[in-house]
């Protein structure tokens, strides 16, 4: 019996792909179901700056003619779309800035490729936070993406848009990239997984970079094993990545299953302190307790350092940022202001015209700490404490195999509630930076519901070790419900 196509978005990538091998339906058919709910839900949410009819119909039919042919594939002939600073060739890509608006790469990146490869159909580019600074989403040059499970509520940031679009289900997955939080902070405020795997296992080629010694590509899917999926096929030494370690991938979505008798989980003291939302330090200790009752040992740990992270990521990272952005001149690419009389009163209308609040924020605050006087007193001592972040998360795994604790201090916030205030928007993001800067994966999973809002919990593992990661959120997620609900929106839309 064929199924319902209008049912098909609500399939993970692996209920998906066994109708697609059983010929139970197409791609072409599963793509259009897709591109009719988008057009059903996306004037509410959000999520895509652009949506790519034609290109998916297109890699949808070729998909199909493969799998006549008796290929198959882990995500063959399934939907997907992309942050939109992944870069696609010939396909907009403008990192949700004003001056990269009309950019069309000349090449695609390295993890985009792969998943071509691999048979993936790109619906579309999505929205997120501009060059990836933000933790809201509202930062966007192009609007705001709203929350799927209440939108007057932020989705998270920067990858609020590939959140949100696998939380609506208007794609079967999508890809983010993390610098502090920006996969695992919206999974979490959206209800969905999402993995920042180690700094170097995934490619950095063709991602349009805001900080290169933290941006990592990651997926965001409905269910562990689905991430497991992804993650096998993005990851992978790329020798056009300097930054890429050759090292074999494993097949994570083999490497599930089984019990959790003998694992030490570390719950960090640090992690449960004050400003922590009530509903969420409860959510995420049941799940301890979950972890516990499904054979594991916690065991509590301390990481001292964590304190320190958040300002030592904010002069990292914006010092990396102001020479990264440093090439967007409005010479070679991208916008440039019409109104420059020569060529530097052409750079700086183009830079002021063209980047937005929270760009130029960071990158004065990145230049400053840069600046001759300035360099030993902030960017080296950050970098000093940093490599103490990274030692202390080294003697915790000497303790225990995977750490557990909340991966947003709240749950989604109202639009517009943080937008003045800076440092309130940047505490978004101060449990989800400490693994950023050691450079260590980390992964979201749905634990619960606060205010009728998601609360995540955050599994963070040693160096490369995704796979023992993957196994006990999927162990997790296998003995709970959370990852099933659906957001009131898509009840509403299937009710219309």
Not at 429 to 456: Q, Y
Request: negative net charge; proline residues 6%; charged residues 20%.
């Amino acid at each position: 019996m064929r199924p319902d196509t209008a049912s098909l978005p609500d399939a993970s990538i692996a209920e998906l792909r066994a109708l697609l091998d059983r010929r139970e339906v197409s791609s072409v058919e599963a793509t259009r179901a897709y591109l009719d709910h988008i057009g059903a839900v996306d004037g509410a949410v959000r999520a895509y700056l652009q949506v790519t009819e034609d290109v998916a119909l297109q890699q949808a039919a070729e998909a199909d003619a493969r799998l006549a042919a008796g290929e198959t594939g882990p995500v063959l002939g399934v939907p997907m779309a992309l942050k939109d600073l992944i870069s696609t060739e010939g396909i907009e890509t403008t990192c949700g800035s004003r001056i990269l608006r009309g950019y069309r790469p000349p090449y695609d990146a390295t993890t985009y490729a792969r998943l071509r490869k691999g048979g993936a159909v790109l619906l579309g580019k999505l929205n997120m936070d501009e060059f990836a600074m933000g933790s809201s989403n509202e930062n966007s040059a192009f609007g705001i993406t709203a929350n799927p499970w209440d939108l007057s509520t932020v989705p998270g940031g920067s990858s609020g848009g590939s959140a949100a679009a696998v939380a609506a289900r208007e794609a079967a997955f999508t890809l983010g990239s993390d610098t502090g939080g920006s996969v695992r902070q919206p999974a979490a405020l959206c209800g969905v997984v999402g993995v920042k795997p180690t700094y170097g296992r995934v490619s950095r080629f063709g991602l349009i970079a805001f900080a290169s010694s933290l941006d990592q590509i990651g997926p965001f899917t409905r269910t562990v094993e689905d991430s497991a999926l992804v993650l096998s096929l993005i990851a992978g030494h790329d020798p056009l990545d300097s930054t890429s370690v050759p090292l074999a991938v494993p097949d994570y979505a083999s490497a599930l299953g089984g019990d959790l008798r003998g694992l030490r989980v570390g719950v960090p003291d640090e992690y449960f302190v004050e400003g922590i939302e009530p509903g969420v330090e409860g959510a995420v200790r049941a799940a301890i307790e979950q972890l516990e009752s499904l054979g594991a040992q916690a065991v509590r740990v301390s990481l001292p350092s964590t304190g320190y992270a958040l300002a030592t990521y904010y002069i990292i990272a914006p010092s990396e940022a102001s020479s990264n952005l440093a090439r967007y001149d409005g010479v070679k690419y991208g916008y440039r202001s019409p109104e420059g009389e020569d060529l530097i009163e052409t750079y700086l209308r183009t830079r002021d015209e063209g980047f937005g609040p929270e760009v130029k924020r960071r990158i004065m605050i990145g230049t400053y700490a840069l600046s001759s006087g300035y360099y030993d007193a902030y960017y080296l001592k950050a970098q000093k404490v940093r490599t103490l972040i990274k030692a202390e998360f080294d003697r915790v795994f000497e303790q225990c195999d995977v750490i557990a604790a909340p991966t947003s201090p709240s749950v989604a916030f109202k639009l517009g509630s943080r937008t003045a205030d800076p440092l309130s928007m940047y505490l978004s993001d101060v449990l989800t930076i400490p693994p950023s800067m050691a450079g260590i994966p980390a992964i979201n999973v749905p634990c619960g519901f606060s205010d009728g809002l998601p609360v995540g919990l955050q599994l963070i593992c040693k160096a490369f070790d995704e796979a023992t990661m993957l196994r006990v959120a999927h162990a997790y997620e296998r003995s709970t419900e959370w990852h099933l609900r659906r957001p009131p929106l898509l009840i509403s839309v299937a009710g219309s």
